[in-house]
């Protein structure tokens, strides 16, 4: 999944063709705009200090002893007071360090570069307006979490400028297609001549991980990097398409008979998915380092259970339904007893990130192979 290898069999020729096809198209690319209106903090400001400031300025790090993370904590000031003097953006101290010239300048200037002036001109607009925080937000509200349940999906291209990574693909349970993870989509291929049949639109950017369930649903890993994950349980046969491009599209973001269920959203991408081996029970992990484990067909969260000291990039089952293993970027893997909730046994040898784990039919050998190029 993440080392690629060549090989010559029927999924790897249908990677290429749809890589072949995804390369006609273009990607759409955000940048910041100057508001007509007022400027709205959540809107205009919000998005400027995640990109540029959270990174020193979270709840963990508060560098100056200044926590950007919600309107309430950006005006309590960190170390000085209130960076923010409203309706006079020339008197606040944020505009002064975010136009300095000098060693105080924010961000530092050893380490990034100056804001564009466009983007200081909007948080001064904002500020001479009053510094307001827009009506129906809290200002305590966790500014992170705002933005994201705000964000909106971009439509995929209609074709596809560059090639993109293909990180996730599987076969229909009747193998007669294959689901691939495009850009803020999956793709439907036909599986015996390669034809695209089908795209459906997903929020997240990228899939992960696909597993289809025994009721036929899809369930999906995935996420923006650094921005959200979820894992979402889809209906790929439902929905009324749209024709684009000359390819039927349907909308798995807002189609409720398409897009079924979010079974979780965290803070970056869920990048594994496994189904024990009754149906059962659905789990997923990523970059949050939990293991979440849901009850099927339910939806029920069971377990919640965090062990591993960072990314977890393979899970598998054992037959037995109560173990799990999983292999990180922590170097380890691990073996997990859902019963105990907790890690039964940890595997050091790898001393390099875990990429993949496995676990034979009978139960009794768990394989695990990552960047020290070894199978153990
Ligand atoms: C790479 C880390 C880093 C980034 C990115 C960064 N800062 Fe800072 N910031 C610091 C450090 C370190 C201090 C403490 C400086 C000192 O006390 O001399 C600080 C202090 C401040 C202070 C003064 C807080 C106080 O009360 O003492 C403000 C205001 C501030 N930063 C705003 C910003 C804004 C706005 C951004 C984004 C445009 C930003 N910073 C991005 C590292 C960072």
């Given at each position: 999944m993440f080392n690629g290898s060549r090989c010559c069999c029927i999924l790897c020729a249908l990677v290429g063709l749809a890589l072949a096809w995804l390369m006609l198209a273009s990607v759409p690319v955000g940048q910041a705009q100057t508001p007509s209106g007022p400027v709205s903090f959540i809107n205009d400001v919000a998005p400027i200090l995640k990109e540029n400031c959270f990174a020193c300025h979270d709840a963990k790090k508060k560098k100056g002893k200044f926590e950007m993370t919600s309107y309430e904590n950006i005006r309590k000031g960190g170390t000085k007071d209130d960076p923010i003097v409203p309706g006079k953006s020339r008197e606040s101290i944020i505009i002064d360090l975010l136009t300095s010239t000098g060693v105080t300048r924010m961000p530092p200037k050893e380490l990034a570069d100056a804001l564009p002036p466009e983007k200081i001109a909007i948080i001064a607009r904002w500020i001479d307006e009053g510094a307001k925080l827009d009506a129906g937000v809290d200002a305590k509200a966790e500014l992170v979490r705002e933005l994201r349940v705000r964000w909106k999906p971009p439509?995929?291209?209609?074709?596809?400028?560059y090639p993109i990574n293909i990180n996730a693909l599987v076969f229909t349970p009747d193998s007669k297609k294959v689901v691939v993870g495009g850009h803020h989509?999956?793709?439907?291929?036909?599986?015996?001549n390669g034809k695209l049949e089908k795209r459906i639109f997903t929020r997240a950017e990228r899939a992960y991980s696909l597993v289809f369930l025994p009721d036929g649903k899809l369930?999906?890993?995935?996420?923006?990097p650094g921005q959200e994950g979820d894992v979402r349980i889809y209906n790929i046969n439902a929905g009324k398409p749209t024709m684009i491009g000359g390819v039927p599209a349907i909308d798995g973001v807002n189609d409720k008979t398409v897009f079924l269920q979010e079974l979780v959203q965290t803070d970056d991408a869920i990048l594994t998915l496994a189904l024990s081996p009754d149906g059962k029970k659905l789990a997923s992990a990523g970059t949050d380092r939990l293991l979440r484990v849901w009850d099927l067909p339910s939806g029920k969260l069971e377990h919640t259970i965090e062990n591993h000291a960072d990314w977890v990039f393979g899970l598998a089952f054992a037959p037995d339904g109560k173990h799990l293993a999983t292999s990180s970027r922590d170097k380890t893997a691990k073996v997990w007893d859902l019963g105990a909730k907790e890690s039964a046994l940890t595997f050091p040898d790898h001393q390099q990130p875990v990429y993949a784990v496995a676990i034979t039919s009978d139960g009794k050998l768990g394989i695990s192979c990552g960047e020290d190029n070894q199978v153990r």
């Open positions: 439509q995929p291209p209609v074709a596809y400028k989509e999956l793709t439907v291929w036909d599986a015996a369930a999906v890993a995935g996420g923006r």
